[in-house]
């Protein structure tokens, strides 16, 4: 069996898709914020688990073989909405299952991290990074994930075989769909403006993976032998995009059904620049990705309108909103008490 932390989210809901179809049993450990609907069409193939990570009971991991790594706060604003919150579980809570798989006798640890720990600002000189490259996160998130990795090489032994995915941004359809990505969030104004704002000139590159890809990348860790991905740090990267040239993907997926308008903005340059290699995980484990950007939006666009996510600016679909609007829920409740 495999546990998958985080599998109720947007990435972990594709991953155990996947897992499903290549005949793997499954079990979820989600704190469910956003709820589990967007496991309902699997429910009756999983076993599911409501849980916090920072009160981890290790009985979770009864039967697993490995474990798949999501859960945590997942955006720079939701770890600097709660800074402490997301040290203690993106940094605590990834420490705390770790060591409960290290006691348990899981060996196969893959984890979920960021290549946003390569950020070094805008004007940063332009290079392709790789996973020798110095880092020196700056932002709360990544710092989180960073101190995690470290906690993770340090655990590792004969016995503990921990992965280390530095993640670019994901794109593309989800049950549990996100439209504060930026290739979500372009089509999105597309499907309701009919035009996409492009800021800092659109010249900022971002590393970018589709959903379905980077879920084949977690199966491709978990059967990989040892000597491939033990104490391994690999980039997952599809392509690197300059935001300029998303917003023109975008924009053809959709023709000739929608016009769409691209205006460039040429102010807010604080904003992040970085382009990384995915060589790596290529080389070690033959894994390529398979899904554009234009493919990835039509499969993207025919799927919202099957599944209803019609309702754009819900706060369901944006992680700092829905958690905003949670804690203010949370002092509501406590201040009159229940709701009936």
């Not at 704190?31 to 990570?53: P, T």
């Not at 402490?84 to 993106?90: L, W, Y």
């Not at 991290?113 to 990074?129: K, M, Q």
């Not at 979500?184 to 009919?194: C, E, I």
Request: charged share 25%; net charge negative.
């Amino acid at each position: 069996m495999i546990l998958v932390t985080g599998g109720a989210g947007y990435i972990g809901c594709i991953a155990v898709r996947q897992l499903l179809d290549k005949g793997e049993a499954v079990r979820v450990f989600d704190k469910l914020y956003f709820g589990e609907r967007g496991l309902d069409e699997v429910a009756d193939k999983i076993d599911l688990v409501q849980g916090d990570l920072r009160t981890f009971d290790d009985s979770v991991l009864e039967d697993c073989d490995a474990v798949i790594h999501l859960a945590g706060l997942s955006n720079d604003p939701t770890a600097e909405f709660n800074p402490t919150a997301n040290e203690d579980i993106n940094t605590r809570g990834t420490e705390v299952l770790a060591q409960a798989c290290k006691a348990r006798g899981i060996k196969r640890f893959i984890f979920a991290s960021t290549c946003s720990i390569y950020d070094l600002g805008f004007y940063a000189p332009d290079f392709l990074r790789d996973e020798d490259s110095e880092v020196r996160p700056r932002a709360a998130y990544a710092v989180s994930n960073y101190d995690a990795e470290r906690i993770l090489l340090e655990l590792a032994d004969e016995r503990f075989s921990p992965v280390i995915l530095r993640q670019g941004t994901v794109y593309g359809w989800s049950p549990r769909m996100r439209y504060d990505l930026v290739v979500n969030t372009f089509v999105r104004d597309a499907l309701v403006k009919g035009t996409l704002t492009v800021h800092a000139g659109g010249e900022m590159w971002r590393p970018l993976v589709d959903v379905s890809d980077l879920a084949r990348v977690y199966m491709a860790c978990v059967e990989a032998p040892d000597a491939l991905v033990h104490k391994q740090i690999f980039n997952v990267v599809g392509k690197n995009y300059r935001i300029l040239e998303l917003a023109h993907w975008v924009r053809e997926a959709l023709k000739p059904s929608k016009r769409v308008e691209i205006e460039v903005d040429y102010s807010n340059y604080k904003t992040r620049s970085y382009r990384v290699s995915g060589q790596r995980i290529e080389t070690a484990l033959g894994v390529k990705p398979m899904v554009g950007v234009k493919e990835s939006v039509e499969h993207m666009v025919k799927m919202i309108q099957q599944h209803n996510q019609l309702d754009f600016y819900s706060p369901r679909y944006y992680n700092i909103d829905w958690m905003t609007l949670l804690a203010e829920m949370e002092e509501t409740i406590k201040r009159i008490g229940g709701v009936f």
